[in-house]
């Protein structure tokens, strides 16, 4: 049974930083294709980060995304958090080996049930 659970979440003020994590099982992280996302109220679900199989990560700005292949865990760092990063955060995975990555969350097969995450100003 596959399963992603995100934690980590919480409200923060701006300029405060966050550490997400996303455990995984069923999932071979080790070669597949993983992803954090993020949706806003009112707005589409845009990709934050996706990791490759080797590790190459591809994440925009302020954040960073890893991955830990021996405790099958994901994480994303957020720094210099801003009120319009709020948004619920996704973790995501493929459901087979790849080497390209997809950057739409359409790429993704499976997902967790989010983690909230709030910046005041």
């Known amino acids: 049974q596959v399963q992603l659970v995100e934690s980590g979440g919480g409200s923060v003020q701006a300029g405060g930083s966050l550490r997400l994590s996303c455990v995984i099982s069923g999932v071979d992280i080790w070669r597949n294709c993983l992803g954090w996302f993020r949706q806003a109220p009112g707005k589409e679900r845009e990709k934050v980060a996706t990791?490759?199989?080797d590790g190459l990560t591809t994440y925009a700005g302020r954040f960073t995304a890893s991955k830990d292949n021996a405790n099958n865990t994901l994480t994303l760092q957020l720094t210099d958090l801003k009120p319009d990063d709020t948004a619920m955060y996704y973790c995501a995975a493929y459901s087979r080996p790849s080497i390209s990555c997809g950057t739409k969350d359409s790429d993704y097969h499976y997902w967790g049930q989010g983690t909230q995450v709030t910046v005041s100003s």
């Open positions: 990791i490759r199989p």
